[in-house]
Structure formats: C-alpha cells, structure tokens
C-alpha cells in the first residue's frame, strides 16, 4: 500500500446564491397580468405574488403563468385574494384602479383610484413593511402623493412609474424619424405623466450628437419647431389611440415597469424619470412629478437636474400645478 495521501478531487467552487426575489403585484388586470408576464420572462423574480379582489380572475392568471414556467427563468406563481399572499414582498408594484375610458383623461381617474389606494394601502404596509412600493396607475402622480401621505413611508420607498413609459414612446418616435436604435437616443419626457407632460429637447441626445444638431438627408437640421411640436403630440395622444382601439394599454408599461423593477432588485443604480415627491428640485414641493432621478435598492435616490430651457421649467412649472391642484381637490 502507498504511503502517500489520498487523491481527492477538487471541490466545487461556491456561488454566493443571489437573493431571492419576491414580486408583489396588486391587481390582476391588463397591466398586472402583463406585468407579471414580463417579470418572468426577464426573470426579474424568483416569486411573483398577484393579489386581486376577483378571486376567479386572480387564481385564472397565476394558473396560465405558471403552466409556462418550463419555458422561463425558474421562478414559482402565487395567486389570491388574500392579501397575505403579498407577505415579505421585496417590492410591491400597485396596478389596481379604475379602468381609463376613450376619451378619460388620466387625471379624471383620481377619485375612484385614490379610494382603492386609501382601501389598500395600509394593509400593503403591514403586510409588506420592508418592501419597496411603486405606483403604476393613474393618474400616478397624483395617486403617488396620495399614497404617501396614507402609507405614511418615506419618500424614497414609494414612488411612481411615472414618465419612464412617455420617455420610451418619446424615443420609439425619435428612432423612426432617424433610423437610429431607440436604445441609442436618450431624452426625457418630465412633469405629469399626462396631458401637461414636456418633452426636454434641449438636453436630448442621439449617441452623443444633441438631437437640435442632427441633420436630415440634405445637411439641414432635421427635428425644427413644427416637427418638435408634432413629437409632443403624438408621445401625449399615443396612450388614447392605443386605449381607443384595444381598450387598454398594457405591453409597453409592463415592460416600463419592469426595468423600473430590475433597477430595484439589482441595485442598478440608474437613471429613469420616475414620479417622486420634490423636496425642492428646480424650487418645486409638495408634489410628485417625474424627473430623472437614480433608482436603486432603496428605491428612489438622487434627482438629477438636467439642463432645460426656460421655456422647458415654465412647461414644468404649468405641470406641477395642474397635478398639485387635483391632489388639493382630493384632500392632499
């Protein structure tokens, strides 16, 4: 017999196993449903929670999701309309609301809404106390506003989807006229996520050329004051069309909402023009308005001034009040 040792073999190398993840969505409708859909495919979850009054509907959706988890990033599908089902949430994403008609503006929305909010939002909190809230129903400035002054969280834990859908409308339209990828153009649309919104030209960039610079195909620039005003109007118009021919939007703010909620679970640190509450941003308060801000673990961070003209701020300005005096009509 040898005197040597024993060979063995190498052990394994150890992978810190990553957090896991459990996704709470309240209200299993177009968006919810979609929403949960995308985290999943993006396996942004491990565990997606729906919780919905309709226990029929609610059991329905989480039953087809989970017959396509062969198919997806492994993750499991809860359904229910107890809302214990939300428990240790690590964030909460809040769908529920009155369904937007043809030709209902977002704000018309705000009483019905903000009594769903008033219903749920305590128990949300007690149900799910360290989790991070955001708001994906409209009007969701206003409901934001609402919503903190009811949950009583810090501001950085509960904010709203707010612009990041426009801002991706904004450059779908931008990449068309162009031909140059959406992901490649960076511009925001700020204010309310609504009617009174404001596209921020002055700052907007295609890769590193300011879009008031790019040129057409004879050498002149391409995006004049018409074409900027005809922009505007079709990112403000584009949720009504889509609302008046399908009766919901639901595909591109799942996905808004989803990389709003990597951004969360993976600390991303990133830039997105969320609504939160504007402690003195451009010398505005007491109102919750989307502008670039960083979003990570916590929730919502810094907000970042980008540079806008004068004409920009007075748009922003117009904007804040519009959403603050329909949060006063309400009691907020």
Not at 73 to 86: E, F, K, N, T, Y
Not at 142 to 160: N, Q, W
Not at 192 to 203: F, K, L, Q, R, Y
Request: overall charge negative; aromatic content about 4%; hydrophobic content about 45%.
């Amino acid at each position: 017999m040898s005197d040597e040792a024993p060979t063995t073999a190498p052990s394994a190398t150890v992978v810190p196993r990553r957090k896991s993840i459990k996704l709470g969505i309240v209200g299993a409708g177009a968006v919810g449903s979609t929403l949960a859909y995308a985290a999943l495919m993006r396996g942004a979850a491990q565990t997606v929670a729906l919780y919905d009054v309709n226990r029929a509907k609610v059991e329905a959706e989480a039953l087809d999701l989970g017959h396509g988890i062969q198919f997806v990033p492994m993750a499991r599908v809860q359904g229910s309309d107890d809302i214990a089902v939300l428990a240790d949430s690590d964030v909460v994403v809040f769908t529920a609301g009155a369904k937007q008609k043809p030709g209902q503006t977002r704000l018309d929305l705000a009483e019905s809404t903000i009594g769903i909010v008033r219903q749920l939002m305590p128990r949300l909190v007690e149900t799910a106390p360290d989790a991070v809230h955001v708001m994906v129903t409209n009007p969701v400035d206003v409901v934001t506003f609402a919503a903190l002054s009811i949950s009583g969280l810090p501001p950085e834990r509960l904010f709203g989807s707010g612009t990041v859908l426009d801002s991706s409308r904004l450059r779908f339209v931008l990449a068309q006229r162009t031909a140059v990828a959406a992901q490649n153009i960076h511009a925001y649309v700020v204010g309310e996520h609504g009617d009174s919104e404001i596209a921020v030209w002055s700052s907007a960039m295609i890769g590193s050329v300011p879009l008031l610079e790019w040129k057409g195909p004879d050498g002149s620039p391409l995006f004049d004051a018409p074409a900027l005003a005809e922009i505007a109007t079709d990112v403000v118009q584009s949720a009504y069309r889509v609302i008046a021919g399908k009766g919901a939007t639901n595909y591109a703010i799942g996905l808004a909402a989803v990389r709003v909620l990597e951004a969360i679970v993976n600390d991303e640190r990133r830039i997105l023009p969320v609504s939160s509450l504007l402690e003195g941003y451009r010398d505005l308060r007491d109102v919750c308005l989307s502008v670039p801000a960083v979003v990570h673990a916590g929730g919502v961070g810094d907000r970042i001034e980008v540079p806008m003209t004068e004409l920009e701020l007075d748009g922003l300005r117009a904007s804040a009040q519009a959403v603050r005096a329909t949060a006063r009509r309400f009691g907020f």
